[in-house]
């Protein structure tokens, strides 16, 4: 059992008023003092590759008693804390936070290096006059495009940047790409495939699953979409850095963005997270625990949409959110 509002007078001064206030239920009971965050690094940038993986140690024994977080970084503690918040339940009755499976330990990592949940991403057009400068320089239009991907290319890398391309470039002249080039998967599928083949690396977000403004597109579609399909060498699939779930501007303001985005990208998150070995071969088999995690969010304020139909639908009937 959780007591989570103590003051500030002292770690034994909360225990004794935890074990005052909640005597009469605690014959047997223990009660959780606090949680220990030890992070060996105190790098706070986060940037690819960086080590998001964490450790919760949850004790069911001792006078006093005080869950352990270890991570590598304040993003494992953060995923952690997280894990935490929701293996907890609270109790109208008692008005205590209770966490019911202790003792646990629970050792996690993300399955991808690269897995970004939502973003707004920017397009490069090429400067006006294009036309001139072709004609003055013997270009036709598809030449002036790749001269301009490469040249950008060339500059991005000399200032020791990273560059990520859109498919399209890939897919009209991936020969003549930088072997440090990124793919960004976005138009559909079967590229991924191709990218890896090729030896480059590849980030996955076919829009016909994973892109938030196809509104038709369920959560169980989002949580299908496996970027390793039809990869098999475990050279090619290291390859594939992750995902990314895309949340574009149009048609979208304040009084909707919440509910474009939860809980499909939740879906996602859990596809990119979890080991393939583990993940449910059937999305109905997680409906009840993403139902919950939906219920979480609107107790936390975040209006996520019903499980129920498509994106941004609303509930069908009055009750529990579980339900809706």
């Known amino acids: 059992m959780l007591k989570t509002d103590f003051p500030d007078s002292g770690i034994q001064?909360?225990?004794?008023?935890?074990?005052?206030?909640?005597?009469?239920?605690?014959?047997?009971?223990?009660?959780?003092?606090?949680?220990?965050?030890?992070?060996?690094?105190?790098?706070?940038?986060?940037?690819?590759?960086?080590?998001?993986?964490?450790?919760?140690?949850?004790?069911?024994?001792?006078?006093?008693?005080?869950?352990?977080?270890?991570?590598?970084?304040?993003?494992?503690?953060?995923?952690?804390?997280?894990?935490?918040?929701?293996?907890?339940?609270?109790?109208?009755?008692?008005?205590?936070?209770?966490?019911?499976?202790?003792?646990?330990?629970?050792?996690?990592?993300?399955?991808?290096?690269?897995?970004?949940?939502?973003?707004?991403?920017?397009?490069?057009?090429?400067?006006?006059?294009?036309?001139?400068?072709?004609?003055?320089?013997?270009?036709?239009?598809?030449?002036?495009?790749?001269?301009?991907?490469?040249?950008?290319?060339?500059?991005?890398?000399?200032h020791g940047y990273d560059i990520i391309n859109w498919e399209e470039t890939f897919n009209n002249f991936g020969d003549k790409l930088s072997p440090k080039t990124v793919v960004h998967n976005w138009l559909g599928e079967g590229v991924a495939q191709k990218v890896v083949a090729a030896g480059l690396r590849c980030i996955v977000s076919n829009q016909n699953r994973w892109y938030l403004d196809h509104l038709d597109v369920t959560w169980k579609d989002f949580y299908a979409n496996e970027p390793l399909t039809g990869i098999s060498d475990p050279n090619q699939r290291k390859l594939v850095l992750g995902g990314e779930v895309c949340m574009w501007g149009e048609q979208i303001d304040t009084s909707n963005i919440q509910r474009t985005i939860w809980p499909r990208a939740a879906a996602a998150a859990e596809r990119l997270w979890t080991p393939l070995q583990k993940l449910p071969k059937n999305p109905r088999e997680v409906t009840l625990r993403l139902a919950h995690f939906r219920c979480l969010l609107n107790q936390r304020g975040i209006q996520a949409a019903p499980l129920d139909g498509y994106s941004r639908n609303v509930p069908q009937d009055p009750g529990s959110c579980i339900n809706q």
């Open 13 to 158: 001064d909360s225990v004794d008023i935890a074990l005052n206030t909640f005597d009469d239920m605690l014959t047997s009971l223990p009660v959780l003092a606090g949680i220990n965050i030890a992070i060996r690094s105190p790098n706070e940038t986060l940037d690819f590759g960086i080590d998001e993986s964490y450790y919760l140690y949850v004790p069911d024994t001792g006078s006093i008693l005080f869950a352990r977080i270890e991570a590598a970084t304040v993003f494992g503690a953060l995923h952690a804390l997280e894990t935490f918040s929701q293996l907890c339940n609270f109790n109208f009755t008692t008005k205590a936070l209770e966490l019911h499976s202790a003792p646990l330990t629970i050792y996690d990592q993300p399955r991808y290096a690269e897995q970004r949940g939502v973003n707004v991403l920017a397009e490069i057009d090429v400067p006006g006059h294009t036309s001139s400068w072709l004609n003055d320089n013997n270009m036709t239009l598809s030449d002036g495009y790749r001269y301009f991907v490469l040249r950008a290319q060339n500059i991005a890398i000399s």
